[in-house]
């Protein structure tokens, strides 16, 4: 491909003119430039060691440090999340930048990975002290809990207690000479001899525990447990739980242990109280004493937790972006290549041609930076591999080439529709959309985006918002579109603007009004006299109708013209031959000939003239069904012009098909008889030999000799060529047809906007325009406010929504197809900047 | 006909699980593993696979243990999505398969008490798939009669405990044998419920599951030879179903030596495979030291062959569509996959770099 020739300017015609370079670089600036290139952001690095695994590279021990500090970094971004108060972090562009290129960069990033340590031992140090402490309190506030509740349960069970007593009493005599004994406990307060198990239980756990109960004790026992009605939370993961305090009485040390393994395996916690009840008041005191104390000690952690955190959180993007980059640069070093002595690093990537003198004094400044004298060594390497596709964009075409990249990524040097999608697409966006109101406001929303983008461009506005956001140049080319596109139709809202002198004026005669041409010709859009007209709807209809199939043929026209200057600049003339001129004749003598009649129609005044106005759309069938005759005359000599445009018609198709394929046959016949058959063909092919030779002459033989074969030229396969170019006629003739009609959407959808305000207009505002006092102004007030919503809701996003894309996939299908290959690939240079969007 | 409603209720959840199966580890990713050098290598090999950044937030140094643990959250985590998402009669299915972790996780739990473990150790070493409510508790009960009535009776296991409720006390031999018995009343209830499914999936399940059958009863046998446990008891804890049902395992329920044992596998042929190296092996072995080891060895020999014979059949569950058998294949297949990185970085670990080729390849 030789050295591309590079313009003064970039333009977006076509993708920038790339050099694929090589770089020497002493091992000792390797790291700041490799940095100094990430700032600049414009070399793709190659892989130049695609079978050394990703451990066993170079660079590996300093992508480990790098990703143990990045991992701490995310530590303590998760702790400032998790912490209930608000921890102020400050942003990027506050923090004062850390130096990790230049003399002191070891030093900084030494110093970074210890501070790092510090804070995160300290850190989790604190969290592990709250942990513990938060876990005794927790298990003091159970205890509390459990001391609580229980007093109901033994308040209970003394009542039942009673009552079985008393039954006892009536069936066994004998045993009332225990009574003043049992008096006697009763009066202190000591309760009936069953022993019980109490503690707390995860409420989630409770059911099962107490079926498992049940079971292991055959029934024996009886279980009372309440809710605690405050969660409780864990420290560590801030996940709440709801427990229930529980007793269990019953009888017998067997049963009772088992109750406490079964607990105690089902996770919950036993806390032994005692049956008397001023020892449980007792205790109950002495645990909140101990509570309050472990408040205040828990409360003293934890501020100090947050004290270290929000020391922290004043540094801590500074610390992400360290690592993110200094990760970036080393993954990069890793794709590099040693030399022989292991003193040097060979690094081979695609830039932009344009840049090289950029890049060559960002190189002298890394080196001056690093403080040696070895300036690392740049030059450009000859090669035949298809460099990656770069279209340089600005703020302001970056949207509109983001939807023809999305299509696909523009072969190398191939025209990049993407440029003329500027002003396509908002256009015929427009004309479906074309409305003065609707377009007014997308157009002040856009221009807001515009005029606020760097407050804006520094928030974080949420994924859907932030769509809007970065399609704000399109939105706003929109907007001013469908202003224009709403003054040609006259629609405001639905209503039509009376700028000019009409045309028509409305003399009533007995009772029906009908229009009476007066003169005027209205200066600029569609006349307002035919608001309103009955026949408004089959007027607007039959001109949109025919203005989209005018627009979609100029369309397509420009979008076929666009293969000239790709056949030009790949030296391709059979495909201007064979391709582009019967394409472009076929398309013209059906479509472009349509186009012309319509235009002819429109000129003529049908209205003074005797012949009937014909319908092209049966003009248009009978030229193919019935060729030679026309039902109603257009024109003089109609009949012969529409016989020759079909036979010229008729004619493309054998070119398109067989002229490629035969010639294509008649060059690899010359080839053969020439003798030129088997050496090309094996594996590599010639160029590759070429390039090795290349690499070899210019001394540099390591980095260069490799994958050559991925670029082996495609075998010339007859048959495929056949097939291909079969599919393709069939697909063009086909699509010529089809994708005319394609282009009635924008009829469709203009007339669908159309109608749905005006039914808009009429369903809410309409009625309540003349208001009669207050109330009537207050209706007024509140069915505007409700129209203006649904407007907005329904007219502007919705619609407009359904007008995108309508508009993208006629870019995509209906132009794209006619001559955009889509095959390169994109451009992805290592750059700091476009690391930190991605996060 | 199940390829007309299949896609409904399934098509989902097999597109997610085909795409879990590409995620794992290729021939050449493992040959990467085993080049690592060290634990930390192992990390930076498996964050480029789909593991991806699994042990991202893991202090340095790890052990093989984080990394089986972390790769079996993934398993179980990829499980529980699945399960999550499906609709009878794939949830059933998978029900299924979480019964066979339920068997472990009661066996294990039961011998750990039995042997005076630590319930919370124990508890965590449950395998997650196998959870079920009550299942702690299991470390209460001392005699299998309590076991059943206090704990398995409320579970899916109940109906598959009713046989073993004969064995009193809990002691090691009593527990291999309600360990063989739930496995056999298991694998029986599967197979059935995999029939009542009928098509491919009762076609691919049947292969799976006969095999699986067959691996217990051979190793039923190995084991119980030179035991107490007489030759009938030995016969009631054979699966039914299986390849070598009815007639290998009549056999193998008399077979009192190894040779027995293989001439009763002679009729599959598969199986005669398993044995032919092995006794090739213990014809050179037999005339060293000791036979006890030789056994041994030979036996373990046997153990990585059905292994490497299951990895087989649950790779060709994939070659099959419209059928439930991908979903239980698969977590096989990653389970043999998280033991292969469990046994390579064990390798790493202890610098037993000799062995480290005797993982399991699957794709």
């Known amino acids: 491909m030789g050295t591309p020739v590079v313009d003064e300017y970039s333009s977006l015609f076509r993708s920038e003119p790339m050099s694929l370079v090589q770089l020497f670089v002493p091992a000792e600036v390797a790291h700041d430039t490799v940095a100094e290139l990430g700032e600049l952001g414009n070399v793709q690095f190659k892989d130049l060691n695609p079978d050394v695994n990703q451990f066993q590279r170079s660079f590996i021990g300093e992508i480990r440090r790098v990703d143990e500090m990045a991992r701490r970094v995310r530590f303590f971004s998760s702790q400032i999340e998790k912490e209930k108060d608000h921890i102020p972090v400050r942003p990027l562009y506050d923090s004062a930048p850390l130096i990790t290129v230049g003399p002191r960069a070891a030093q900084t990033m030494d110093e970074l990975d210890v501070t790092l340590a510090e804070h995160e031992a300290k850190l989790s140090q604190m969290n592990e002290s709250y942990e513990v402490l938060s876990g005794r309190l927790r298990e003091l506030v159970e205890a509390r809990h459990v001391l609580r509740e229980t007093a109901v349960f033994f308040e209970r069970a003394e009542v039942n207690q009673t009552e079985i007593r008393t039954s006892f009493d009536d069936s066994s005599a004998p045993l009332l000479q225990h009574d003043d004994r049992e008096n006697q406990f009763s009066s202190s307060n000591i309760q009936l001899d069953l022993e019980f198990v109490t503690g707390v239980i995860d409420r989630a756990r409770l059911p099962t525990f107490e079926r498992v109960l049940w079971r292991v004790l055959r029934g024996n026992l009886y279980m009372n447990h309440t809710d605690i009605a405050e969660p409780f939370i864990d420290a560590a993961t801030g996940a709440s739980t709801y427990k229930n305090v529980f007793i269990i009485f019953a009888h017998g040390d067997a049963l009772l242990s088992k109750i406490r393994k079964v607990s105690e395996s089902m996770g919950g916690t036993l806390y032994p109280i005692d049956p008397n009840a001023d020892k449980r008041v007792e205790s109950l005191r002495e645990v909140n004493g101990r509570i309050e104390d472990l408040d205040m000690v828990l409360y003293n952690t934890g501020s100090s937790r947050r004290t270290e955190l929000v020391k922290i959180g004043e540094s801590l993007k500074s610390w992400e972006d360290v690592v993110r980059k200094e990760k970036a640069v080393y993954e990069t070093l890793n794709l590099f290549n040693y030399d022989v002595r292991r003193k040097t690093l060979i690094a081979e990537g695609w830039c932009p041609t344009r840049d090289i003198t950029m890049i060559q004094l960002a190189l002298r400044h890394a080196t001056e930076e690093s403080g040696t004298t070895v300036p690392p060594i740049l030059h450009e390497l000859r090669t035949n591999k298809t460099p990656p596709t770069f279209q340089r964009t600005n703020k302001f075409t970056e949207g509109f080439q983001t939807i023809m990249d999305s299509y696909g990524i523009a072969t190398y040097e191939e025209v990049n529709p993407g440029l003329f999608a500027v002003i396509t697409f908002p256009f015929l966006f427009a004309v479906m959309f074309g409305d003065i109101g609707h377009g007014t406001i997308i157009f002040l929303a856009a221009l807001f985006m515009v005029l606020y983008e760097r407050k804006l461009a520094r928030a974080d506005l949420g994924e859907i918002f932030g769509m809007f956001f970065y399609g704000r140049y399109i939105i706003l080319l929109m907007g001013a579109f469908s202003i224009y596109t709403g003054f040609i139709y006259n629609d405001i809202f639905s209503k039509s603007l009376h700028l000019f002198t009409s045309g028509w004026s409305w003399p009533e005669e007995h009772g029906v009004v009908t229009g009476a041409a007066n003169g005027h010709v209205y200066a600029f859009g569609l006349d307002p006299g035919w608001h309103g007209a009955s026949n408004a709807l089959i007027f607007t209809n039959s001109y949109k109708m025919k203005m989209s199939i005018v627009l979609g043929v100029c369309h397509m026209t420009f979008a076929l013209c666009l293969q000239v200057p790709n056949h030009i600049r790949f030296k391709r003339p059979l495909d201007i031959y064979a391709g582009f001129v019967p394409q472009m004749l076929f398309m013209q003598s059906i479509f472009g000939y349509l186009v012309i009649c319509i235009v002819y129609k429109w000129t003529v005044d049908w209205s003074k003239t005797s012949a009937v106005p014909p319908s092209l759309l049966t003009m248009l069938i009978d030229m193919f069904l019935k060729p030679g005759t026309v039902e109603t005359q257009l024109y003089a000599g109609q009949s012969i012009v529409q016989s020759g445009l079909l036979l010229i018609a008729g004619i493309c198709v054998p070119w398109m098909l067989c002229v490629k394929p035969y010639i294509e046959w008649k060059e690899m016949n010359r080839v053969h008889a020439q003798g030129y058959v088997g050496v090309g063909q094996d594996a590599n092919g010639i160029g590759a030999r070429h390039g090795d030779l290349e690499g070899e002459e210019e001394g540099n033989g390591r980095a260069i000799v490799e994958d050559m074969d991925d670029e082996a030229h495609e075998e010339h396969d007859f048959g495929e060529v056949v097939i291909h170019q079969v599919i393709h006629t069939i697909e063009f003739c086909l699509g010529c047809i089809s994708h005319t009609a394609s282009y009635l959407r924008l009829w469709a959808l203009s007339l669908a906007h159309a109608q749905l305000s005006e039914v808009l207009w009429d369903m809410t505002i309409a009625g309540f325009l003349n208001p009669s006092g207050i109330i009537g102004t207050i209706i007024l007030i509140v069915v505007g406010v409700a129209w203006f919503a649904l407007t907005v809701g329904i007219l502007v996003v919705m619609e407009g929504l359904s007008a995108f894309l309508h508009a993208l996939r006629l870019h995509w299908v209906e132009a794209n197809s006619k001559h955009y290959q889509a095959g390169g690939y994109q451009f992805v240079p290592l750059d700091f900047a476009k690391l930190s969007e991605k996060d | ?363």
């Open chain 2, 1 to 363: 006909m199940e390829a007309l409603f299949f896609n409904a209720d399934t098509g989902f959840l097999e597109g997610i699980v085909r795409g879990y199966r590409s995620g794992i580890l290729t021939t050449s990713q493992y040959s990467n593993l085993t080049q690592c050098e060290t634990l930390e290598d192992v990390r930076t090999q498996l964050s480029t696979t789909d593991y991806g950044n699994f042990l991202a937030e893991e202090p340095s140094p790890i052990s093989p243990s984080t990394i089986a643990d972390k790769s079996l959250k993934v398993l179980v985590d990829q499980f529980n999505y699945i399960k999550a998402n499906s609709v009878y009669p794939l949830n059933k299915f998978l029900d299924y398969m979480t019964y066979g972790y339920m068997i472990d996780n009661v066996i294990l739990l039961i011998t750990g008490t039995v042997n005076k473990r630590e319930t919370k150790e124990l508890l965590r070493r449950c395998h997650p798939l196998g959870w079920f409510e009550s299942m702690p508790a299991l470390t209460v009960p001392t005699t299998t009669e309590e076991l059943y009535e206090s704990v398995l009776v409320e579970t899916d296991l109940a109906d598959y405990f009713r046989g073993c409720i004969s064995a009193k006390e809990l002691d090691t031999l009593n527990i291999e044998i309600i360990r063989n018995t739930l496995y056999k009343a298991y694998l029986e209830d599967f197979a059935t419920f995999c029939e009542s499914l009928g098509g491919p999936t009762a076609e691919v399940m049947g292969r799976i599951l006969a095999f699986e059958a067959d691996r217990r009863t051979i190793n039923i046998t190995i084991n119980s030879i030179g035991t107490s446990i007489s030759k009938e008891q030995r016969a009631r804890l054979f699966p039914t179903i299986g390849r070598l049902f009815p007639s290998g395992n009549n056999a193998l329920a008399k077979a009192d030596d190894m040779d027995q044992v293989r001439a009763a596998c002679d009729s599959v042929q598969e199986y005669m495979a398993f044995f032919a190296t092995g006794a090739a092996q213990e014809g050179r072995l037999l005339d060293t030291d000791s036979a006890d080891d030789d056994g041994f060895k030979m036996v373990e020999q046997i153990d990585d062959k059905f292994f490497a014979e299951e990895v087989n059949l649950n790779k060709q569950a994939f070659l099959q569509q419209f059928q439930y058998g991908v979903f239980y294949a698969y977590f096989k297949l990653k389970e043999q996959e998280i033991r292969n990185v469990t046994w390579i970085s064990e390798c790493i670990a202890q610098d037993a770099r000799d062995r480290i080729q005797d993982y399991i390849p699957i794709f």
